[in-house]
């Protein structure tokens, strides 16, 4: 497609439990980024993967989240466990090659846990 | 630790002004800065991006300036448009990470 697109765009889930989000980048953009956005508040880089490299972890918040990326493409985020402060936006960039013109983000994937 | 921040939270414009969003970092290794505008329940939209090399670049309706002395960033946007009411973002790009700052919201009145 066009654009970076994620799924599902709103997911509200029971405290405890597991859940998937998942982010198609750009075709062709190598680097693939997730972010947090707590309401009102900047982004929380959490973890970035740049073609075969291996993946900068370290803003995971902690080892209930999880990350891959299949094929150089499609992303999927993993949060184990949910706790209420999981509760925001999570976002997805892709970039090319070069990184000159941005980042492009999708619309992101609103979690609430209740 | 290092980070991007912005000196003001609010602006409010009337239509057809010009407006100015600033931003401070503090990271020198940065080399590429980055504005975002994000509207109500959408992902960041990219504006303008400069490197560290230039002072100046200008695009359609926005001038983003860079003083690498004072570390200081900034985004004007000229004839503001009701359309602009946003969250306006800088951000900077270190060793392939963007890191952002909490957002201005810009508010324009008719």
């Known amino acids: 497609g066009a654009g970076v697109s994620q799924s599902p765009s709103n997911k509200v889930t029971e405290k405890g439990k597991d859940v998937e989000l998942r982010c198609d980048p750009i075709?062709?953009?190598?680097?693939l980024y997730w972010y947090r956005q707590s309401l009102g508040q900047g982004l929380e880089f959490l973890i970035y993967f740049q073609g075969n490299s291996a993946p900068d972890k370290s803003g995971l918040p902690s080892d209930r989240f999880s990350a891959e990326r299949t094929g150089g493409s499609v992303s999927t985020l993993t949060i184990q466990r949910t706790q209420q402060e999981d509760s925001a936006v999570y976002l997805c960039?892709?970039?090319?090659?070069?990184?000159?013109?941005?980042?492009?983000f999708g619309s992101g994937t609103r979690l609430t846990v209740v | 630790g290092e980070s991007v921040g912005l000196h003001l939270p609010t602006l409010s414009v009337q239509e057809g002004d010009n407006s100015i969003i600033n931003c401070a970092y503090s990271n020198s290794a940065s080399d590429y800065f980055i504005w975002y505008k994000q509207e109500s329940g959408k992902g960041p939209q990219f504006i303008i991006d400069i490197r560290s090399n230039m002072d100046k670049r200008q695009g359609q309706r926005v001038t983003v300036l860079l003083n690498k002395t004072v570390k200081h960033l900034s985004l004007q946007i000229a004839a503001t448009q009701p359309g602009d009411s946003a969250v306006y973002f800088c951000?900077?790009?270190?060793?392939?990470?963007?890191?952002f700052g909490r957002g201005t919201q810009l508010t324009v009145w008719p």
């Open positions: 960039a892709s970039s090319s090659p070069t990184g000159f013109y941005g980042y492009t």
């Open positions: 075709s062709g953009h190598t680097a």
């Open positions: 951000a900077e790009d270190t060793l392939g990470r963007l890191y």
